[in-house]
């Protein structure tokens, strides 16, 4: 049996609180009941992830990269975009990385979405495209080259 220990962050405590679960809840209902809090948990753990890189003096970026293969259904992935740009991360938005292309031809075997040799190249040279874009952001924490230089002397 797993032992019963309070969340160590009082932030989630208190959305679980307000979702009305505790130890004892079954794990579907849990699920459910904290389902509606998922952005405000999400905008807390990338927050959290940022406080916890800048004490360390690590500069992070958040990169989407979507599956080759479209999904049946839409999906809409702007919230998560926007709650990491609001957290602090240098976004780098790949979402049109496949744009042109049939994207049956870019997985390894249909039934391994993996990006084959052409996916890797379509997505390294985006990538690489919008790392020279956001170079201040994603290199040097959003700070200018010169004080970037400043700071590590």
């Avoid at 794990?27 to 009941?33: F, G, L, P, S």
Wanted: proline fraction near 7%; glycine fraction near 6%.
């Amino acid at each position: 049996m797993l032992e019963k220990r309070p969340l160590p962050y009082d932030n989630l405590a208190q959305i679980v609180a307000r979702a009305g679960v505790n130890a004892d809840t079954p794990e579907r209902v849990i699920t459910q009941r904290l389902a509606p809090h998922g952005n405000e948990i999400l905008a807390w753990v990338y927050g959290r992830l940022i406080d916890d890189l800048r004490q360390r003096g690590i500069c992070s970026s958040f990169i989407f990269l979507p599956m080759i293969p479209e999904a049946p259904y839409p999906v809409d992935t702007s919230t998560d975009i926007e709650l990491a740009k609001d957290a602090g991360f240098a976004v780098l938005d790949l979402s049109e990385v496949y744009a042109g292309s049939d994207r049956n031809g870019l997985w390894v075997a249909e039934w391994d979405a993996h990006p084959n040799a052409r996916g890797h190249r379509l997505i390294a040279d985006r990538l690489y495209t919008l790392i020279k874009q956001n170079e201040t952001a994603v290199l040097n924490c959003g700070a200018s080259p010169i004080s970037a230089a400043w700071a590590a002397h």
